[in-house]
Structures are given as structure tokens and as C-alpha cells.
């Protein structure tokens, strides 16, 4: 069993910003031109997968190398979302100016990096106390 601390709320912090990401603006391609995400149907569908994974895996903490694993698998399809944003963001003949939600997926993915550190220090302290017994 794991303590299951702080990990928790990076988790749920990745899947608010996903979330959020997959409804806003992606940027301007000039003053009468915005692009938004849900216009993209695979960029939206690739960002929601991300925040329902990141979700499923906050409740996969009786297992914790499912819960990394779900987690890592969320980390690449949050970069996934990101090259994807980028590819449609600058696909025409004018790069466009992104908007500030464009952050979220980059927040998303160091909240991830830090869960993960979290659910490895855990597995170390269970590992430690067992060792102990």
C-alpha cells in the first residue's frame, strides 16, 4: 500500500490543466483569426485522453508501477498534445501567436515529472520499512 501524499494533487493539477486545455483558445493567427481547440477534433480528443489518464492514475495507488506507467503514458501523449498545438498553431503560411493556455500542457507535464518523483520516493520508503521488519 502506498502513503500516497502529494503525488495525488500534482495528478489532479495535470488533470484540471488538461481539461482546461482541451477547451481554449490555442492562439491568434492574426487580429480576426483565432484558433481554438475544440475546432481541432485531434488535438482535443489527444488533450482529453491526457486528463482522463491523468486522472484514472490517481487511483491507481494500491499499484504503484500501474500508476507510473499510466502516468508515464500520460506524459507522452501530454507531449503529444504539445507538438500537435504547435504543428497547428504554425501550419500556415504565418506562424500565429499563442495564447496564454498554451502553458497549461507544459505545467501538466512538470506537475507529472513531480508525481512521478513522488510515487518513486514512496515506493522507497515502503521499500525501506519492509527491509526493516
Given at each position: 500500500m502506498?502513503?500516497?501524499?502529494?503525488?495525488?494533487?500534482?495528478?489532479?493539477?495535470?488533470?484540471?490543466?488538461?481539461?482546461?486545455?482541451?477547451?481554449?483558445?490555442?492562439?491568434?493567427?492574426s487580429?480576426n483569426?483565432?484558433?481554438?481547440?475544440?475546432?481541432?477534433?485531434?488535438?482535443?480528443?489527444?488533450?482529453?485522453?491526457?486528463?482522463?489518464?491523468?486522472?484514472?492514475?490517481?487511483?491507481?495507488f494500491?499499484?504503484?508501477?500501474?500508476?507510473?506507467?499510466a502516468?508515464y503514458?500520460?506524459?507522452?501523449?501530454?507531449?503529444a498534445?504539445?507538438?500537435?498545438?504547435a504543428?497547428?498553431?504554425c501550419?500556415?503560411?504565418?506562424?500565429?501567436?499563442p495564447?496564454?493556455?498554451?502553458?497549461?500542457?507544459?505545467?501538466?507535464?512538470?506537475?507529472?515529472?513531480?508525481a512521478?518523483?513522488?510515487?518513486?520516493?514512496?515506493?522507497?520508503?515502503?521499500?525501506?520499512?519492509?527491509?526493516?521488519?
Amino acid at each position: 500500500m502506498m502513503i500516497q501524499r502529494i503525488q495525488s494533487l500534482y495528478l489532479l493539477a495535470a488533470a484540471i490543466l488538461m481539461g482546461y486545455f482541451s477547451q481554449a483558445k490555442l492562439g491568434d493567427i492574426s487580429e480576426n483569426i483565432s484558433i481554438n481547440i475544440p475546432d481541432n477534433t485531434v488535438l482535443m480528443i489527444v488533450t482529453i485522453l491526457a486528463a482522463v489518464l491523468f486522472f484514472i492514475s490517481i487511483f491507481l495507488f494500491k499499484n504503484p508501477k500501474k500508476q507510473k506507467s499510466a502516468v508515464y503514458a500520460s506524459m507522452v501523449i501530454t507531449l503529444a498534445s504539445i507538438i500537435t498545438g504547435a504543428i497547428i498553431l504554425c501550419s500556415g503560411e504565418v506562424c500565429g501567436t499563442p495564447a496564454v493556455a498554451c502553458s497549461c500542457p507544459v505545467i501538466a507535464f512538470i506537475a507529472a515529472m513531480l508525481a512521478v518523483k513522488g510515487i518513486k520516493r514512496d515506493e522507497k520508503i515502503i521499500r525501506d520499512s519492509e527491509r526493516i521488519r
